[in-house]
């Protein structure tokens, strides 16, 4: 059984978040914003973006301590400001495990 841990992201993600992301297959299912080709500069603005937020919106899943793809609850606004986004994706080496 894989162990999973979903964490903040860290500053060492960055490498793996990179390759991870840079997946057509990936990109066809996620919001239009999500880069493709995603590059090492993506992943190091996306880090950036979100280490140290709060209350925190975007984590790393981990599997066996591995970055293994992302999850995020984003909050809504305006009309919709009782309601949140749910979305993440998984990195397909990790696919089916």
């Keep these: 059984m894989a162990n999973i841990l979903i964490r903040p992201w860290e500053y060492g993600d960055r490498h793996a978040l990179a390759e991870l992301?840079?997946?057509?297959?990936?990109?066809?299912?996620?919001?239009?914003?999500?880069?493709?080709?995603?590059?090492?500069?993506?992943?190091?603005?996306w880090i950036a973006a979100h280490e140290g937020k709060a209350p925190p919106e975007s984590f790393a899943v981990v599997c066996d301590g591995?970055?293994?793809?992302?999850?995020?609850v984003f909050t809504r606004q305006d009309i919709y400001r009782c309601t949140a986004e749910l979305g993440y994706w998984i990195g397909e080496p990790f696919w089916g495990r």
């Design 21 to 45: 992301a840079d997946n057509r297959r990936i990109w066809e299912n996620v919001r239009d914003y999500f880069p493709s080709p995603y590059t090492l500069r993506h992943a190091k603005e």
């Design 66 to 72: 591995h970055l293994a793809g992302a999850v995020g």
